[in-house]
């Protein structure tokens, strides 16, 4: 206790020295309501923003009256003493009167506390501050009018089907002031208005009837500070209880209310009154005088609306008027994600054009594809024919036979005939001789013109062994020439491949004249070549032998290259043909050295119904 006595005089004693020195100028507001009061906060937070904002040191005080719960003589009059003996050591430099009532007040009583310090009102009603004229000229401050007229034509236009206007109002002093304003503004609105007061009625009541509401009707309040069975409210809270009942959109004059259902209104800033009433004070604290302030005649109003009441009743957004205020608007898709959305375009429009270069690539490429595959199997034709001049020997050789034993045969049957012997079975001999040799001889020439032929690509079933037969005779013929011992092995039962006949006999052919050229300077015994087919490892399996010097090392990775040729007068073509063709098969060759003396060449093709035949078919 005895501590708590020297604790208060301690600092009291301060609060003198304080005041002696005066080092911060001092600004009293005194508000007319609850500290509590939405609009309060709001006019209290911008008036400290702008004092604050000044770079001097002020203190700002502020003072509640209370009011309408407090009033009355008595309570005037504890008022005053309880300021005047409060702010006794540090008197205000400005007071500012929030609202009606506190303007009131210091117009009755300022003159017994503090006479001469000038007074800034905020927030006061522009018929309140005219009826109080003329204001002493130390005091000072921009009214408000609330535009109850604006909001409720506005309402009007938003809905057209409404006939009827209900307005609510409260019981206590303050409400009865806006009801009397308000009736009189309902009596000037268009005539095709009926207007229906809800005033004073317990909140239970109100409530019901705002339930209860069609679609022609529209809803003003200015909320209220107490209802007909005397339950004390913030009006704003009063106008919640009324948006969440009404089956009717709400419209307010406070921007205090946009957020508790109502549509909105034409409103002024409370904020924007403390903030005016700031700079106001400012100017005083800096020496102006009242009465020399050149100041705006009312606060400015603006529509102000909320979203989603907006989006609930069904108002037409392109009703807005262009400088509406719209608060809890959720943004569009495009609004929200623009910057997502617009990276998405811009990678979509990225990748089509991509695609779409791509594609462009893609069919060039195929056409050089096919205009290299044209040209590479026009050089393989011009390789064949190179090959049939190279055979030309065998060829005639092998066409030769027949003939001679053709026209021996002719002779031996003239001779027959001359001598008059006339043994028709050995006649019959002859002639069937003659017409074998002759078949035997047409047949060299069949394959040769097939071989020979440019012919389109044509993929079917065939069988390995039987290309093998066909280049037999040739290739027999030429071994024979060159005195080399061929031996073709067939493999039973057949090795089918899907491919083109003629390429096949191609790759035989190519092959095996180069293992014939490999063997050509060696001994007697070195001079074999053996050709055979068969199926391995799931492959339709080609090999090549001889026996010849074999590869060097480092020629293996370049025998399949165009132009790569160690013969004297080799092109170097023949191998880099015969791996063109074995891939346009969907195979693939390869050569090795070995086993013991010489080289293999090995082609292994997909054997014909595999997926890989299928494949190569399709490329
Ligand atoms: P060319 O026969 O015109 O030289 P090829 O493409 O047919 O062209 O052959 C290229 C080279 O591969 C030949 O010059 C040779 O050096 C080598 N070659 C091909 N077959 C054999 C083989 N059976 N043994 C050793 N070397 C070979």
């Known amino acids: 206790m005895f501590c708590a006595c020297i604790l208060l005089f ?73 300021l005047r003996e409060k702010y006794r050591a540090d008197p205000p430099d400005v007071i500012v009167a929030g609202g009606n009532g506190a303007l009131e007040f210091l117009l009755n009583n300022r003159a017994d506390f503090f006479p001469s310090v000038p007074v800034v009102h905020m927030g006061v009603d522009g018929w309140f501050a005219k009826a109080r004229q003329p204001l002493p000229a130390d005091i000072v401050g921009v009214p408000v009018e609330y535009d109850f007229a604006g909001t409720i034509e506005q309402a009007l236009k938003w809905h057209p089907n409404a006939t009827r206007l209900v307005v609510v109002t409260g019981a206590s002093a303050p409400d009865l002031e806006l009801e009397t ?62 948006a969440a009942a009404s089956t009717a959109p709400v419209y307010g004059p406070y921007n205090t209310f946009i957020g508790v259902g109502i549509v909105g209104g034409a409103m002024p800033s409370f904020e924007a009154m403390g903030r005016e009433a700031g700079s106001i004070v400012n100017r005083l604290l800096a020496g102006a005088a009242p009465a020399s302030l050149r100041l705006p005649q009312l606060m400015p109003t603006t529509l102000n609306v909320d979203w989603r009441q907006v989006r609930r009743w069904g108002i037409d957004e392109d009703a807005m008027p262009p400088d509406v205020i719209v608060h809890f608007r959720t943004p569009s898709f495009w609004e929200a994600y623009r910057m997502e959305a617009l990276t998405g375009i811009a990678i979509v429009l990225l990748q089509s054009g991509l695609l779409g270069g791509l594609l462009v690539e893609r069919r060039r490429r195929r056409g050089a594809e096919l205009a290299v595959d044209k040209h590479r199997f026009e050089l393989a034709h011009a390789s064949r024919l190179a090959i049939a001049g190279e055979l030309t020997a065998s060829i005639a050789h092998e066409i030769n036979q027949p003939l001679g034993a053709i026209l021996s045969n002719v002779s031996a049957a003239e001779l027959m005939l001359g001598s008059g012997t006339n043994d028709l079975n050995e006649v019959r001999q002859i002639l069937g001789d003659i017409h074998r040799d002759n078949l035997r001889a047409s047949e060299v020439i069949r394959r ?113 290259d165009s132009f790569f040729s160690t013969k004297r007068t080799g092109i170097g073509l023949g191998l880099s043909i015969v791996r063109t063709l074995v891939e346009a098969q969907g195979g693939k060759v390869w050569a090795e050295n070995g086993p013991g003396d010489g080289a293999t060449f090995h082609v292994d093709l997909p054997l014909a119904g595999s997926s890989a035949a299928l494949r190569g078919a399709s490329g």
Do not use: C, W
């Open 10 to 82: 301690g600092l009291a004693d301060a609060g003198m020295s304080r005041a002696r020195a005066r080092p911060s100028k001092h600004v009293l507001v005194l508000y007319e309501n609850n500290r509590l009061l939405p609009a309060n906060v709001q006019g209290d937070r911008g008036i400290n923003e702008v004092i604050s904002s000044s770079g001097e040191s002020t203190v700002v005080s502020a003072e509640f009256l209370d009011a309408p719960r407090f009033n009355g003589e008595t309570y005037v009059q504890t008022v005053q003493t309880f």
């Open 448 to 560: 040769l013109r097939t071989l020979l032929a440019k012919h389109e690509v044509e993929r079917r079933v065939i069988d390995l062994n039987e290309s093998l037969a066909d280049m037999a005779t040739i290739l027999r013929a030429e071994a024979q020439r060159r005195r080399v011992s061929l031996a073709i092995r067939p493999e039973l039962p057949a090795v089918e491949v899907l491919a083109d006949r003629i390429q096949i006999q191609q790759i035989l052919l190519n092959l095996a004249l180069n293992a014939m050229d490999a063997v050509s300077e060696m001994a007697d015994e070195r001079r074999t070549v053996m050709v055979s087919a068969e199926q391995r490892s799931g492959m339709a399996a080609i090999t090549v032998r001889d026996y010849g010097d074999g590869i060097a090392e480092e020629h293996l990775p370049k025998l399949f």
């Open 181 to 242: 304003l308000l009736r009189t503004t309902a009596g000037q609105i268009d005539g095709r208005l009926t207007t229906e007061f809800l005033a004073g009625l317990p909140t239970s009541a109100v409530l019901k009837r705002l339930g209860e509401l069609d679609d022609d009707a529209v809803v003003f309040t200015p909320g209220y500070f107490e209802d007909g069975a005397g339950r004390v409210f913030v009006p704003r809270e009063a106008a919640r209880e009324m």
